[in-house]
T-cell receptor, first 112, second 114 residues
Framework: QQQVKQSPQSLIVQKGGISIINCAYE??????FPWYQQFPGKGPALLIA?????SEKKEGRFTISFNKSAKQFSLHIMDSQPGDSATYFC???????????FGKGTTLSVSS | DSGVTQTPKHLITATGQRVTLRCSPR?????VYWYQQSLDQGLQFLIQ???????AKGNILERFSAQQFPDLHSELNLSSLELGDSALYFC?????????????FGNGTRLTVT
């Protein structure tokens, strides 16, 4: 039932570098695309979200890029910091407003 | 702190047993969602309730059941437990349904079946 495919599974980035995580979806009924951040021992927390009528959304160092025709979206973390080391999940929800469907996650490690 | 409370934090039990996981949503949130997180499957949606009514089902096994009570807290019941049921179980809540209502997750219950 994997409707949101996320890559890479793990990522190592130098401090100050750019972290890029990609997701692809199949269901064109999806109309809301959030990213969640999860630290060990904690539940996922909403980081940033986008709707498909917008191609890019930026909040601080975090940017979502959205390509509706390709059915792909990505998270860019600029100036990555050790404190960004966490697992990141992309997700999607359809217009019916039922539950979020998550990707399998990307474990990001930012080395100092 | 998300405001979503899950108890217990850890649970160790034997195969064949039955357990109950409890979730108290954020104050004012009407919708509750249950997710199972395992290393190989990621976050899998199990079931959603809204104001006491079941709204959506995902990959929930027949051995699992849930309910949302009038005070809006929810319980997830897992029975005839198998080793493969060992996982983190998360509860999330939202004010309403739809895109304008982000999900807020609790810190999960770690279930270990031996």
């Amino acid at each position: 039932q994997q409707q949101v495919k996320q890559s890479p599974q793990s990522l190592i980035v130098q401090k100050g570098g750019i972290s890029i995580i990609n997701c692809a979806y199949e269901n064109t009924a999806f109309d809301y695309f959030p990213w969640y951040q999860q630290f060990p021992g904690k539940g996922p927390a909403l980081l940033i979200a986008i709707r498909p009528d917008v191609s890019e959304k930026k909040e601080g160092r975090f940017t979502i890029s959205f390509n509706k025709s390709a059915k792909q979206f990505s998270l860019h973390i600029m100036d990555s910091q050790p404190g960004d080391s966490a697992t990141y999940f992309c997700a999607a929800r359809n217009q019916a407003g039922t539950a979020l469907i998550f990707g399998k996650g990307t474990t990001l490690s930012v080395s100092s | 702190d998300s405001g979503v409370t899950q108890t217990p934090k850890h649970l160790i039990t034997a195969t064949g047993q039955r357990v109950t996981l409890r979730c108290s949503p954020r104050s004012g949130d009407l919708s509750v969602y249950w997710y199972q997180q395992s290393l190989d499957q990621g976050l899998q949606f199990l079931i959603q309730y809204y104001n006491g009514e079941e709204r959506a089902k995902g990959n929930i096994l027949e051995r699992f059941s849930a309910q949302q009570f009038p005070d809006l807290h929810s319980e997830l019941n897992l029975s005839s437990l198998e080793l493969g049921d060992s996982a983190l179980y998360f509860c999330a809540s939202s004010v309403a349904e739809g895109m304008g209502s982000p999900l807020h997750f609790g810190n999960g219950t770690r279930l270990t079946v031996t």
